[in-house]
């Protein structure tokens, strides 16, 4: 899938496509960066009403071409060195999303199947916060 980022377009608008692709995986976008296997803290995250060119670090419009086979550390990386944004990948885990910080080294594919396998048919339950995955 391809992703055109430039700074008029909403970071929510970004999340939709790639959930569209991914629908067990979602995009979050955080003010400071992190390390491979490190979460964010929600403190930082942004929110998703702002447009690209709203975001403190954004660098220039582009457009990222996104792979299944892509490690999540891969595409983390990658929105940081195209476009200067720093994003987290989330899992969706029942009624919760999990940061994917222990499973970096996942593909895309992957972390989508595990969501899918992990995910009830009970839709009724509220969504709690985002938290990181446990060892």
Known sequence: ???VVNKTKMLKT???EFQKCFPFLKLEFYSNSHRVGEGSSKKQALNNN???GETPQFKKDSTIEIEKSMKVSELEKAFANAFGLNIQVFRKSNNMWLQTTITD???LEKQNQNGKEINTVDTTL???N???EQE
């Open 50 to 52: 702002l447009t690209v």
């Open 1 to 3: 899938m391809e992703i």
């Open 126 to 128: 509220p969504e709690e």
């Open 130 to 132: 985002d938290y990181h």
């Open 14 to 16: 970004i999340q939709e």
């Open 105 to 107: 080294n996942w593909s």
